[in-house]
């Protein structure tokens, strides 16, 4: 499966610079908050005719990644 990353763009000018879906005002944040209220992808594909499936793939794609970080703990 071939990853989908080259769709989230950060750009201080846009959102502040929060990762967005390919330079647009729809934001990360919006495509996993939509998707964690129950939206499938094709109602938010209906309800952002813009966005592509692609674009949905990246935000659970950015999310997987960003979450997926080493804790560092201090030795006892």
């Known amino acids: 499966m071939a990853s989908e ?7 201080p000018a846009i959102c502040g610079g929060r990762p967005c879906i390919r330079k647009t005002r729809v934001r990360v944040k919006d495509v996993l908050d ?3 209220a129950g939206a499938s992808a094709e109602e938010i594909l209906g309800d952002y005719p813009y966005l592509e499936r692609g674009d949905i793939s990246a935000a659970l794609e950015f999310a997987a990644q960003y979450l997926d970080h080493t804790i560092l703990r201090p030795a006892a």
Do not use: V
Not at 5 to 10: S, Y
């Open 5 to 11: 990353m080259h769709r989230i763009t950060m750009d």
């Open 34 to 36: 939509l998707l964690a």
